[in-house]
C-alpha cells in the first residue's frame, strides 16, 4: 500500500510517499532431510515487512529510506532466524 501526502517540512509542492508492505510465503518439503533430522519433515514460513519513505528533493532527485524485517519460523529451528534492515539513498531519474 502506499500513501501519498503534503510535503510537510521542504514546502517543495511535491508529494511525499510512504509505502507499506508485508509478503508471507509458506513452504513444505516432501521428505525429511536424512542429513538434518531424519524424523523431522521441513516446514517454514517466512514474513518480509517493508516501511519505505520517499522523500523528492525535485522532479528528478528523491531521497528514501526503508526499514524492513524478515522473520523465518521453522519446523527445524537450525533453519529459523530473523533479520532487520535499514537502506537508504538517493535516486536521480535522466
Same mark, same amino acid.
Given at each position: 500500500? !502506499?500513501?501519498?501526502?503534503?510535503?510537510?517540512?521542504?514546502?517543495?509542492?511535491?508529494?511525499?510517499?510512504?509505502?507499506?508492505?508485508?509478503?508471507?510465503?509458506?513452504?513444505?518439503?516432501? &521428505?525429511?532431510?536424512?542429513?538434518? #533430522?531424519?524424523?523431522? $519433515? @521441513?516446514?517454514?514460513? #517466512?514474513?518480509?515487512?517493508?516501511?519505505?519513505?520517499?522523500?523528492?528533493?525535485?522532479?528528478?532527485?528523491?531521497? !528514501?529510506?526503508?526499514?524492513?524485517?524478515?522473520? @523465518?519460523?521453522? &519446523?527445524?529451528?537450525?533453519? &529459523?532466524?530473523?533479520?532487520?534492515?535499514? $537502506?537508504?539513498?538517493?535516486?536521480?531519474?535522466?
Amino acid at each position: 500500500m !502506499s500513501f501519498r501526502f503534503v510535503d510537510p517540512f521542504l514546502k517543495t509542492t511535491l508529494p511525499w510517499n510512504v509505502t507499506v508492505s508485508v509478503t508471507e510465503n509458506w513452504w513444505a518439503y516432501d &521428505a525429511p532431510d536424512t542429513q538434518i #533430522d531424519p524424523n523431522t $519433515m @521441513r516446514q517454514q514460513t #517466512d514474513t518480509i515487512a517493508n516501511l519505505t519513505l520517499a522523500i523528492p528533493f525535485d522532479d528528478r532527485t528523491t531521497f !528514501s529510506v526503508t526499514g524492513a524485517r524478515f522473520v @523465518r519460523s521453522s &519446523a527445524l529451528p537450525n533453519y &529459523a532466524f530473523s533479520n532487520d534492515s535499514v $537502506m537508504f539513498g538517493v535516486g536521480w531519474r535522466f
